[in-house]
């Protein structure tokens, strides 16, 4: 690509690794990839990143051009993936290769993709890995939540909507305040997935409760289109019209954990998983819960199922020594 071509690129698309350059339709083909066929923002970087580390590796050992690429020299890369990184990372890696490649080989950049016939490391993954709370903890940290300020109001209501809901974090701070609206006189919420799909859910009545308490006592019920979770401004305790990022939710569960007392190293994606182990842990169906959490799978929302961790618990205290 021309140098003033490249100045009319959007601010989303990366920067073009040497690999790329010296063939401009190479160059052309590799920015299209990543502004106009990958949409989801954390797929793009991750595939960036995937990119930009491979044509470093093969620069730094001056393998030849774009076109000297085949695939001795991904499975080589792989290898050394595999050396630093845990095999969902490397998988992930070579996912972003694979994709990239056959854009190039559609856009006749490259005859074949050297990264098709290379195989990933070998990775089963039958329990989740995310922290979750018991019932209990989780009651502990929504009392424990001082309601008096908007800013109160919308920690409860925010944790709330991911436990009840089992919302992705992402999900949940796109919602607007028309997302809660009534439907069959009760309240339901719209949550907004991945690729701008749209996912409504009945409340619970607890949630019912929070976030109505919240719209109220943060006086922006009359905001239909304003974004329902707001940042606050600065320590004013005032919200602002601008949306919380999931690093902004982050740092607020950390904040909120602790002054729980819960020592659980807790994240965004915890209450998803909490909610899910209490939901089937009270008998409700795999099959269900998969709906309810918008998985494509009911093996993914099995990974959320964290039932069988009491379960070894108790078994270990039977060792009576």
Partial sequence: MTTRQLQTLPSTAPTLPALFAPDPQAGKRFVEFFTANIRNPNTRRAYVRAVRDFAAWWEGN??????????????????????????????????????LFDWLVVGQVLKTNPASSVRGPRHSVKKGKTPVLAADEARALLDSIDTSTPVGLRDR?????????????????????????????????????????????????????????????????GDAKGFLFRTAAGRSGQLTEAPMTQADVYRMIGRRAKLAGIATKIGCHSFRATGITEYLRNGGKLEIAQAMANHESARTTGLYDRRNDQLSLDEVERILI
């Fill in 62 to 99: 001056q393998l030849g051009e774009l076109q000297d690429i085949e695939p001795v020299h991904v499975a080589a890369y792989v290898e050394t993936l595999g050396a630093r990184l845990a095999a969902p990372s490397v998988k992930l890696h070579l996912a972003g290769l694979r994709m």
């Fill in 157 to 221: 209501a925010l944790i709330a909507t991911m436990v009840y809901t089992f919302g992705r974090v992402g999900a949940v701070t796109k919602m607007k305040i028309e997302d809660v609206y009534i439907q069959g006189r009760r309240t339901w919420v719209r949550l907004h997935e991945k690729g701008g799909k749209l996912h409504d859910m009945p409340a619970h009545h607890t949630l019912d409760e929070y976030l109505h308490a919240y719209l109220q006592g943060a006086g922006i019920a």
